[in-house]
């Protein structure tokens, strides 16, 4: 039976670290330059400075033009909204977060991750009415972007030029969320569960709640640091081929960058799955 076609995807968590300078990027490369390079070896990448504070337009323009047409950002959501408001409360800062520039990636705007902090346990009736808020199209995301306030101190990005599907991941961390009820809910709600391996620190979770499963490999024996072997990077490959057998998306990102780890395992993940990013010369 031939596979389904889905969409399969292997990058980094994030692109800007010093201590790839001269290791992964070559010594001289310069740094404006670091995403271009990444993205010639890996089809897609999180963004991780939206998670500390809201960036700007220009930024997210700058970056999908300097990336291949084919490449895809996942954007990691603003922790004003998932650590300091705890999902309450948020339609005026998902507004702003949306305005600051996220829909200029246009057709390369990939899903959207929220990651919960390890203190925030499961509690249902708040997940849903977050989920209730979350735009599904991108129309529906500039519609909302459009109720920005003035915390947005740059000229907002407001429009696309096409309405495209948008979906949204969870990643957990508190014990809680090993109660079965979770799963349920994030499928009534079309929301991927992040398949996260943490070195033991978090909750490891596997259900499919989604057309996407969305995989974050902070590093199986150190956290942020330690590499993955041959051996464990072909279990994951199996893991992947598992489900784009059955019809499914996948998003994985290596997040071990503290060692430079990540860029090798994400290139060597992929060439088990055979995929083949742009080539270093286009």
Not at 11 to 19: H, L
Not at 55 to 61: C, D, I
Request: charged letters at 25%.
């Amino acid at each position: 039976m031939p596979i389904p076609d889905s969409e399969i995807r292997i990058g980094t968590s994030g692109w800007a670290y010093p201590g790839w300078r001269g290791e992964f990027y070559p010594r001289g490369l310069p740094r404006h330059r670091e995403l271009e390079y990444l993205s010639r070896r890996v089809n897609t990448v999180e963004i991780n400075g939206s998670f500390y504070s809201l960036q700007r337009p220009e930024r997210y323009l700058r970056w999908r033009d300097r990336t291949p047409d084919d490449f895809r950002f996942t954007v990691k959501g603003s922790r004003f909204i998932t650590h300091m408001l705890r999902l309450r409360g948020v339609e005026t800062a998902l507004a702003n977060f949306l305005a600051s520039g996220v829909l200029a990636l246009e057709a390369k705007l990939g899903p959207i991750l929220w990651q919960l902090p390890p203190r925030q346990a499961f509690e249902p009736d708040r997940l849903s009415a977050f989920f209730d808020l979350l735009p599904r199209t991108t129309h529906d995301a500039a519609a909302l972007a459009r109720h920005h306030d003035d915390k947005v101190t740059f000229p907002p990005h407001t429009d696309v030029s096409a309405d495209r599907r948008l979906r949204h991941a969870l990643e957990v961390r508190h014990p809680s969320f090993t109660d079965p009820r979770f799963p349920e809910l994030l499928r009534a709600h079309d929301i991927a569960l992040v398949v996260a391996d943490t070195a033991g620190m978090w909750p490891y979770l596997e259900d499919v709640t989604s057309d996407l499963v969305y995989v974050r490999l902070h590093g199986d024996v150190e956290l942020y640091a330690s590499g993955y072997g041959d051996e464990t990077l072909t279990a994951w490959a199996t893991k992947i081929e598992r489900w784009r057998s059955a019809g499914l998306d996948v998003y994985v990102y290596f997040d071990n960058d503290i060692k430079v780890k990540a860029p090798g395992d994400a290139m060597a993940l992929a060439a088990k799955l055979g995929l083949r990013p742009a080539s270093p010369g286009e």
